[in-house]
């Protein structure tokens, strides 16, 4: 399904993901996103994304916590700290893993790989040395 019209709130939403690797909520990119467009609301963004997700402009990332998304959608491994719940990207080549999946299930449609490491980020690692 193709987004029929790229608004300026849709712009905006992209825009704002894009200018950042912080992985952020609706939340995040909705107060970010009203200081460019006052007039939006917070439903628009949930819609936005949506439409975003389905068009695969920006990746969905479901941590167990609130919804993060992601506007690179290249394959690539994440990393998710168990204390603060931040997402980090990490530099590992993941893409033959789809291809592998495939050649092991060629019954199943497999469209994407997403994997996900837990463990600790850099702020909360050094918070345990002190």
């Known amino acids: 399904m193709a987004i029929k019209r790229f608004t300026r709130q849709r712009r905006a939403v992209l825009e704002v993901l894009r200018s950042t690797r912080r992985h952020p909520d609706a939340a995040w990119i ?17 819609r936005t994304l949506d439409a975003l997700v389905r068009e695969g402009m920006v990746i969905a990332l479901h941590t167990g916590g609130p919804t993060r998304y992601d506007a690179f959608t290249e394959p690539h491994p994440h990393l998710v700290c168990r ?25 199943l449609v497999v469209e994407r790989a997403w994997l996900a490491f837990e463990g600790l980020c850099p702020d909360c690692a050094r918070s345990l040395e002190s």
């Open 30 to 46: 909705y107060h970010e996103v009203k200081k460019r467009v006052p007039s939006i609301s917070l439903g628009t963004v949930y």
């Open 83 to 107: 204390r603060c719940g931040a997402v980090l990207d990490l530099d590992l080549e993941v893409g033959g893993l789809v291809e592998a999946a495939r050649s092991a299930h060629p019954e």
